[in-house]
C-alpha cells in the first residue's frame, strides 16, 4: 500500500520542521502549508489521507479551512491548537474536525492519534474491497426510518442518504452493533477513537450531539442514541 499522505497546516516553521521530521521518520508522506488559504488549496486539490490543522493561522484560520474543507471532503482532520479555551475545541469538532490536540504535545500521542484515526480509513478500504463483514452482519441493518449499510459505509434516514463522517459513522456502528448495551465515554474513545484515554471526553460528546442532529427528527428527544445520566450513551432498539 502506497505511503499516507499528511497534509500539516501550521504557521510556525519549528513546529513545522518537527512534525515533517518524525511523521516521515513514522513512514508517512507529508504535505506542509503555512498558512489557512494555501492549505485550503492543498487540502481540496492533493487529497490527503489526514489534515493536522492549526487554529491561528494567517489568511484564514483553522477552524473556516476545516468548515470549507468538510463542505468538499470527509479527510480525517486533527486540529492543533494552543488555546485552553473550551469554546475554542468545541468549536473545531462542531465543524467536523475528528479530533484535537492541545500544544504542547507530546510526539508519542500525537503519532498514536495519527494512527488511530489512518487505521480508519484502512478498515473503510478493505470493507469496500472484501465481502468478510456482510457474512458477519447483515449488509443493511433497519431501524424505523434509519438504515445503516457497514460494508458501504452509508447512512441513509427516510431513503435519503446522510452526510456523515467517517468517524461519526464508526461510532454509530460500534453503538449498533451491541444495542442496548450502555458505553462509558471512557470506552468509546478507546473503541472507536482507537486510542488509550487521554482525558477530555468532550469529543465523544460532540460527535453524539453531530450525529443526533443527523439522524434524528428531534435531537432534543432522540429515538436512537440515548443517554444514561452519569454513565454514557446506548443505541436504543425496542
Given amino acids: 500500500m502506497n505511503k499516507r499522505t499528511i497534509l500539516i497546516i501550521e504557521d510556525e516553521q519549528p513546529i513545522v520542521d518537527i512534525l515533517k521530521f518524525n511523521l516521515e521518520n513514522a513512514g508517512y508522506r507529508t504535505i506542509t502549508a503555512l498558512d489557512g488559504i494555501t492549505g485550503l488549496e492543498k487540502a481540496l486539490n492533493e487529497s490527503p489521507d489526514l489534515i493536522l490543522l492549526d487554529v491561528m493561522l494567517p489568511g484564514i484560520d483553522g477552524h473556516e479551512v476545516c468548515r470549507r474543507v468538510r463542505e468538499k471532503s470527509n479527510v480525517a482532520i486533527i486540529m492543533l491548537t494552543a488555546r485552553e479555551e473550551e469554546l475554542d475545541k468545541v468549536l473545531g469538532l462542531e465543524l467536523g474536525a475528528d479530533d484535537y490536540i492541545t500544544k504542547p504535545f507530546s510526539i508519542r500521542e500525537l503519532l498514536a492519534r495519527v494512527k488511530a484515526n489512518l487505521r480508519r480509513i484502512t478498515e473503510l478500504e478493505i470493507a469496500a474491497l472484501t465481502k468478510t463483514e456482510e457474512k458477519k452482519n447483515p ?14 459505509y452509508e447512512v441513509k434516514k427516510n431513503n435519503e442518504i446522510v452526510d456523515i463522517t467517517l468517524r461519526e459513522f464508526e461510532l454509530l456502528k460500534f453503538l449498533v452493533n451491541q ?17 488509550e484515554y487521554y482525558g477530555d471526553v468532550r469529543t465523544v460528546d460532540v460527535t453524539i450531539r453531530r450525529l443526533r442532529e443527523k439522524i434524528e427528527d428531534d435531537p432534543r428527544m432522540p429515538k436512537y442514541i440515548i443517554t444514561k445520566r452519569g454513565v454514557g450513551y446506548y443505541f436504543s432498539v425496542s
Avoid: A, C, K, Q
Wanted: no cysteine.
Fill in 139 to 152: 449488509d443493511t441493518l433497519t431501524f424505523g426510518d434509519l438504515s445503516i449499510n457497514i460494508s458501504r
Fill in 179 to 195: 444495542p442496548n448495551t450502555i458505553f462509558s465515554r471512557e470506552t468509546l474513545m478507546e473503541n472507536v477513537w482507537g486510542y
